[in-house]
Structures are given as structure tokens and as C-alpha cells.
């Protein structure tokens, strides 16, 4: 008898392009991984909701850098499921799962996408889910734990690999931003409460406003000039950025870990730990 998925059944929302963000990060800053020689990848949206609406939009988004690409849909609830397969396609399937990410024959992927999943957590739950999802991934392999608005212009994620946590990207919708800070609420689960002073990913929202702020008087050229100025600047100052200016147009900035990670984080547990 097969073992109960790991993990808890979340709120299932489930909105067209809610996620276009991170595929495009994905799609990318991942393509070197998905077009490697060898068997296709394959990718893993875990907890996809009430509809398989995400797992197919990755995979429109995602065979254009490798068309074999093989994405796998995984939701602990049986019925959410059985209502997915009329999505399902060559290359995209959806299956019984959770954080023990089953795949078949024991295969491990190449990205799992954990989106709007850990959010629900107790925090200390959270390094746990990480610790058994990232012994899933093959070597060289990314886990994804982000957070997003309902309908996808405040996103953030933390990318993972074998070591832990690498970066924490931020990826705003220009278009009416006041501030960059107003993603705070989308933190993943482990910065969210840490969006005190003294902690660094305050210290990341302020540095970034403040940017945001100084870089104002280009405002009558577009809130794209605006944010390439504000991101720049914030680089000069110190913060260790990833990634160029192809990225910041997108209105998107990736942080190393090390600059943000939280003072007293509780460390990733052994799988099954």
C-alpha cells in the first residue's frame, strides 16, 4: 500500500499567469540546466492548487527552451488529482504527491517549484520540507520556495540547491509600484516575521526603497529606467546582486542568501528529521 503523500493540503488558489514570473526566471536563468545533454528534464510544480492551470502554462513556457522538457504536476489531494488529467499531455502529467516527491522509476528532478506551498507552515517546518524535497533533486538540481499575490505582479523565491539556499529574488510589476517594499508580505515563509531592523532582509527592502527613491527623477522615462537606476544603485552600495541588467528590466533582482539569510534560523533538518 502506498504511503500517504507528505505534507498538507493548501488553499488551492489557482489563477492564469500567477506564476509567469517565476517561469520566466525559470525559463531563463535555468536554461543551461534544462538543455544539458542527456535524458529530458524533468520539472516538478508541487502544489498546483484546485487546477493544473500552472503546470500547463510551465510547460508552454518551458518546452520553448527544451522542447522534451517533462513536467509533472504533484497536489497531496486525490481529487484536485483526477481533475487535472484532461490538462495532461505528452510531456505533462499529474500524479499523487507531496514532499516526498514521487516520480516514476525513482527519478529525480532537474527543478522542483514548491510555489505558495510553505506559506502555510509553522516556520520550523519549513528547513524540514526543504531538507527531504532538495535529496529529490538530481545533482546540480534547483528547489524553488517562493510566494506570490493572487494574481502574479508581487512575487518573491528562494532558490536551493544541495547545499541549501543560494539566492532570494524579488520580481515586481512596475506598473503602479510605490515601492519595492510592498512585496514584504509576499516574503517566503522563513523571511516574512524576519522583516524587522537588524535582521537582512529589511535591511535589503530599505536599501532598495531608498534606490527606488533616489533614482525618482527618472521617472518621466519610464519606471523600467527608474528600477535599472534603483538596482544599480544598490549594487554600488555593497549588496552582493546576481545577475545583469537583462534581469533588473523585468523588474527583477536576485540577492545572494548570505545578505539576507535570518540571525537565529533554525538549520535544515535531515530529511525525514
Known amino acids: 500500500m502506498r504511503a500517504r503523500p507528505v505534507g498538507e493540503v493548501t488553499r488551492g488558489t489557482t489563477n492564469p499567469n500567477r506564476l509567469r514570473r517565476v517561469d520566466r526566471w ?67 502529467s499529474f500524479a499523487l504527491g507531496g514532499f516526498e516527491v514521487p516520480l516514476p522509476g525513482g527519478a529525480c ?7 505558495n506551498v510553505l506559506r502555510q507552515y509553522d516556520e520550523p517546518a519549513v528547513p524540514r520540507a526543504w531538507a527531504r524535497m532538495i535529496t529529490r533533486l538530481e545533482p546540480g538540481g534547483v528547489l524553488i520556495d517562493g510566494t506570490c499575490d493572487e494574481v502574479g505582479r508581487l512575487a518573491t523565491w528562494i532558490a536551493l540547491d544541495a547545499d541549501g539556499p543560494r539566492s532570494l529574488t524579488i520580481s515586481l510589476g512596475l506598473r503602479g509600484l510605490q515601492l519595492p517594499s510592498q512585496v514584504a508580505p509576499r516574503l517566503p515563509k522563513v523571511l516574512i516575521s524576519r522583516n524587522v531592523p537588524g535582521q537582512g532582509v ?63 534560523m533554525i538549520e535544515t533538518a535531515p530529511p525525514g528529521g
Open 202 to 264: 529589511h535591511d535589503w527592502l530599505a536599501a532598495l526603497d531608498e534606490g527606488w527613491t533616489r533614482a525618482a527623477p527618472l521617472a518621466p522615462y519610464g519606471r523600467r529606467q527608474r528600477f535599472l537606476e534603483a538596482v544599480s544603485h544598490v549594487g554600488e552600495q555593497g549588496w552582493p546582486i546576481i545577475g545583469g541588467r537583462s534581469r533588473w528590466r523585468l523588474g527583477e533582482v536576485t540577492v545572494a542568501w548570505a545578505a539576507v539569510a535570518p540571525r537565529g
Open 109 to 115: 528532478a532537474s527543478v522542483i517549484r514548491a510555489f
Open 26 to 92: 525559470i525559463a531563463g536563468t535555468q536554461a543551461a540546466r534544462l538543455r544539458r545533454p542527456g535524458p529530458a528534464p524533468i520539472v516538478v510544480d508541487l502544489g498546483y492548487g484546485r487546477a493544473g492551470t500552472t503546470a500547463r502554462e510551465l510547460h508552454d513556457r518551458l518546452r520553448a527552451v527544451r522542447p522534451d522538457v517533462q513536467v509533472v504536476g504533484l497536489e497531496i489531494e486525490p481529487q484536485r488529482v483526477a481533475d487535472a488529467q484532461p490538462l495532461a499531455r505528452p510531456g505533462l
